[in-house]
């Protein structure tokens, strides 16, 4: 995938360990094997992101195999699309889903995340993908580069996805939908609120081309109980009593429901 100066906008080029631009911007690839393009103005905070604690939490309950049907659902419709690469996967998280769906399509992957530690993790596992950390609000990647781009339970950027995405290319977003996890919420929350939620958003510059319910049950014992939390923005809304509760739980059976929407450019 042709990379962009964050600073300037020019061009990056490979350099044994570091790009560069034609303007002397340079950027390391760090040991771990990632590449640092947030610039200190694109960070709103010291750490943005997803923290350590979630990134670890969430691969150890990944690595359990509990959400791929998820993984599998995105393959499918990827190749039943006659989707191909390159891909980039924006808010990759540590890179379960898109090292899956670049096995499946063997396509070229470009993994983006805010958190330095997320694409460290991601880094450390799936060596033959590029692991960037940036923002997806100024993705650092050159315009029309990606032939499929995803972000899964991530932020959207329409101008921003559509501006990188080949004309013919796929955008996939999975978004949780009202009833996901209502196992998790009903301990953790003393009653339930009913927000409508809009799953199947409209984008501007894309049309939906289809969308496609996933819900499925998974139990989680001991351990995974508490890593299942951390993944969720749940984590930062629960209450003391709540997580009384939540911790003296030792076995959880619950639901995923989630949607995945596929949009093309218009
Ligand atoms: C709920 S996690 C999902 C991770 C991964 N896609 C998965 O499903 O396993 C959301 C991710 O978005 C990242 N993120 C948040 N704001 C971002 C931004 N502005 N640009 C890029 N990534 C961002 C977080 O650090 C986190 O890793
Ligand atoms: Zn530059």
């Known amino acids: ?11 990056l080029s490979r350099v044994d360990r570091e790009y560069r631009c034609e303007n002397r911007h340079s950027f390391d ?18 750490h943005p992101g997803d923290t350590r604690e979630q990134v670890l939490s969430r691969r150890a309950f990944l690595d359990e195999n509990y959400y791929e049907p998820i993984a599998r659902t995105l393959c499918d419709t990827a190749k039943e699309l006659g989707a ?9 998280g540590e890179g379960y889903y898109s090292s899956r769906l670049a096995s499946a399509l063997e396509a070229e992957l470009t993994g983006l995340d805010i958190s330095k530690e997320a694409v460290r993790c991601a880094a450390g596992r799936y060596k ?23 972000s899964l339970f991530a932020l959207t950027m329409a101008a921003e996805f559509r501006r990188v995405l080949t004309d013919d290319g796929l955008y996939f977003q ?5 009833d996901h996890l209502l196992g998790l919420k009903s301990i953790i929350y003393p009653e339930l609120l009913h927000k409508e939620k809009d799953t199947v958003p409209e984008l501007p510059g894309f049309r939906l081309v289809k969308s496609v319910p996933i819900r499925f049950e998974f139990t989680v014992e001991g351990e995974q109980v508490r890593n ?39």
């Open 1 to 11: 995938m042709e990379l962009i100066c964050p600073i300037c906008g020019c061009s």
């Open 29 to 46: 690839i760090a040991r771990q094997g990632y590449v640092n393009l947030l610039t200190v103005q694109q960070k709103k905070s010291l």
């Open 84 to 92: 191909s690469g390159p891909i980039l996967d924006v808010g990759c």
């Open 128 to 150: 033959e993908a590029l692991w960037l950390c940036g923002t997806a609000a100024h993705l650092p990647v050159a315009d029309r580069s990606a032939g499929l781009l995803t």
């Open 174 to 178: 999975v978004l949780a939908a009202e």
């Open 228 to 266: 299942l939390l951390s993944m969720t923005p749940h984590v930062y809304r629960i209450g003391k009593e709540g997580a009384q509760r939540l911790a003296a739980t030792e076995k959880l059976t619950d639901t995923a429901s989630c949607v995945l929407n596929v949009y093309r450019p218009t």
